[in-house]
């Protein structure tokens, strides 16, 4: 249901040179992208999967017209913290999902319906930024189950 976006080769041009130690440019896909429909109309979550088939990377933010903040959520021993950043490794994932690392939407600024597409910007370190179109599900949506 979510298409996967594919971004090869962005953020940067072949003569640039980085301080990092690997050359190769990162080659992100997002795909199993959802929201559930809020309960409330001040919040939302969001989920994803970022695959990356290249050089390493990093999630430094996210923005959506959606709300007035995005921030990024990491889930530890059952707590949620706030963090600054996720390390996209290369060739390897960098998941979202329930009960672990998400998204929080603040200060919405409408309660999404289930059906809904909300636009969302990921700001990448290397990559620059790749829009994502979420689909709102239901409140209670389990990507396992598909309800």
């Known amino acids: 249901m979510a298409a ?30 959802y929201m559930p429909a809020p309960v409330t109309s ?6 994803f999967t970022v695959t990356n088939s290249g050089g390493a990377d990093t999630l430094t933010s996210v923005t959506s017209a959606l709300a007035g903040d995005v921030t990024l959520h990491s889930t530890k021993g059952g707590a949620m913290e706030e963090e600054k950043s996720f390390a996209v490794p290369a060739d390897g994932t960098l998941d979202f ?28 370190a290397k990559s620059g930024t790749v829009t994502v179109e979420i689909p709102v599900k239901s409140a209670t949506y389990n990507p396992t189950t598909g309800h």
């Open 4 to 33: 996967g976006l594919a971004l090869a080769g962005c953020g940067g041009s072949a003569g640039s040179s980085s301080a990092g130690s690997s050359s190769a440019k990162p080659a992100l896909r997002i795909t199993s992208a």
């Open 42 to 47: 001040d919040m939302a979550a969001g989920f």
């Open 97 to 124: 999902a329930s009960g672990g690392n998400h998204l929080m939407f603040e200060k919405l600024t409408h309660k999404p319906k289930q059906g809904e597409k909300v636009a969302v910007q990921l700001h990448f």
